[in-house]
């Protein structure tokens, strides 16, 4: 069935195509899906929708390279947690209590959630698939809601080389690689063991026998490093379009050999900030000219948007910048800053389209691509007023409340600033399902799981006293 051809109407238009042109007062047009003109005063089809977009910015829809939707079903609990702490809860102690319905409770959220806050693709960073029931149930919840879905498989309980060779596994990846209805399928696991072996090797074998790309966790303080990398290298099985989530704690040598092989880095800045994996390496990408993109990673600790993942990624650089400038001999100050809010926007459209492959189909706001569409605009926010910057209104004044209207192949999924799309009721009873479910199984650790013991900390002897003793 056609959609109704929209036309937004005199917004600034952030286009992000390949000059980052942008349009101080124009309109875009979606008909059939599809962006069918970008340009000011647009004529239009008959009984095409009109929406106002004076006062607001126009912009592509956003693109998350990696978020691990069946967590949203514990959203926060882990806010305090460290990377420790989350291995020890998810791979040891409570991953495998989620059932195939909790799981699909948790991409249901999530991805509205998503969409809600004006992202249009997300990769599903999938990796609590114990068995292919948890495989149907996860792939048939994205499957049933509005946003595009890359369905990244995996299993955190079994090792990669293994349930990458189960038939029935298979027949959930081929299934969902066939289907029209999904924006992609990629086998995410990682190497995590220092084996001479390198066993990992038959699960990156059995991604290209089905014509998958790979994701993996790579430079993951503590947990995956160069090694992997190396051996992935030299057995000639690290190929283009493949993503490395996180890329934190990697040497020279590492950033080199994905550079040379058509690599990408999915930065989880907030992720990165707060849970141990390495210092966000944006700084380092640069400078080997390798890909970035920007992703959530899981909501059980972090934001679920992507205005989070801009600003977290903008002032971790600019934080690092000026921190190594201060430490030179002699110390240095930084008078230009070398990040600037207009390269995380493009990390948020463009360089998410690039690194899943589908730039040809979203990421800008050109014609012929896909009628994938985000109004920010709030009459009532003070904070929009006045509007003189857009790159810095999106980066450091927008969230996700801003988030006037989004459009996911020309259909209207968030309207007025209300999410029109899904059924929001059903998934939150389904939610509470799986809470209280949850709750009972994880027993008398519910509470205590949320707030690990602080380690102490000792106020050091001040010298500078307000009065003088005596
Ligand atoms: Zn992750």
């Known amino acids: 069935m056609a959609t109704q051809p929209v036309v937004f109407r005199n917004g600034i238009v952030l286009t ?32 095409t929708k009109e929406i106002d977009a004076s006062g607001g910015i126009i912009m592509p829809g956003m693109v998350d390279t990696h978020r691990h939707m069946w967590q949203t079903a514990m959203r926060a609990y882990g806010a305090d947690w460290t990377l420790t702490q989350y291995f020890v809860w998810y791979y040891l102690q409570h991953g495998m209590k989620f059932r195939p319905e909790d799981y699909a409770a948790g991409n249901l959220i999530s991805a509205l959630d998503a969409i809600e806050g004006g992202t249009t693709t997300t990769v599903d960073w999938s990796h609590g698939l114990r068995t292919p ?15 595009r879905f890359v369905f990244a498989y995996g299993n955190i309980h079994v090792s990669p080389w293994e349930w990458t060779k189960d038939p029935e596994v298979q027949k959930i990846l081929t299934a969902s690689r066939d289907d029209a209805a ?48 190396r051996n992935a290298y030299d057995a000639g099985v690290m190929k283009e379009g493949y993503t490395y989530v996180h890329a934190a704690s990697l040497s020279q040598d590492s950033y080199l050999k994905i550079a040379a092989t058509g690599g990408n880095v999915s930065l989880a800045t907030e992720s990165e900030d707060t849970c141990g994996q390495g210092y966000p390496p944006l700084h380092e990408l640069r400078k080997y000219g390798i890909q970035a993109s920007l992703s959530v990673d899981t909501s059980v600790w972090q934001s679920s948007d992507l205005f989070s993942a801009m600003r977290a990624t903008v002032n971790a650089d600019r934080a690092l910048e000026h921190y190594l400038a201060h430490l030179k001999e002699p110390a240095e100050t930084i008078t230009h800053v070398r990040t600037r809010v207009e390269d995380v926007v493009d990390l948020a459209t463009r360089g998410g389209a690039k690194a899943i ?4 189909l979203i990421g800008s706001l050109e014609k012929g691509k896909l009628g994938d569409v985000v109004l920010l605009k709030n009459e009532d926010s003070p904070t929009w007023a006045p509007l003189i910057n857009p790159y810095g209104q999106v980066v450091y004044q927008a969230q996700r409340g801003d988030v006037h209207t989004v459009l996911v192949g020309g259909e209207i999924v968030k309207s007025e600033g209300k999410l029109v799309a899904g059924d929001l009721k059903s998934v939150r009873a389904k939610l509470e399902n799986t809470v209280e479910y949850l709750e009972k ?17 000792e106020v050091l002897f001040n010298p500078y006293q307000y009065k003088k003793e005596g």
């Open 133 to 147: 029931d948890h495989g149907w149930a996860a792939y048939e919840a994205l499957k049933s809601s509005p946003g």
């Open 441 to 457: 199984e994880v027993g008398d650790e519910w509470v205590s799981g949320q707030y690990p013991e602080i380690p102490e900390a």
């Open 16 to 47: 992000m195509d390949d000059q980052h042109t942008v349009l101080p007062k124009g309109d875009v047009l979606v008909v059939d899906g599809k962006i069918a003109e970008v340009g000011v005063g647009l004529s239009v089809p008959d009984g």
């Open 357 to 360: 492959g589908k730039d040809h």
């Open 182 to 229: 999904m924006f992609g399928t990629q086998i995410a696991f990682d190497v995590s063991d220092q084996d001479e072996q390198f066993p990992e090797l038959e699960a990156y074998r059995a991604a290209e026998e089905l014509g998958l790309r790979v994701t993996t966790h790579a430079g993951v303080w503590g947990a995956t490093n160069d090694w992997g990398i």
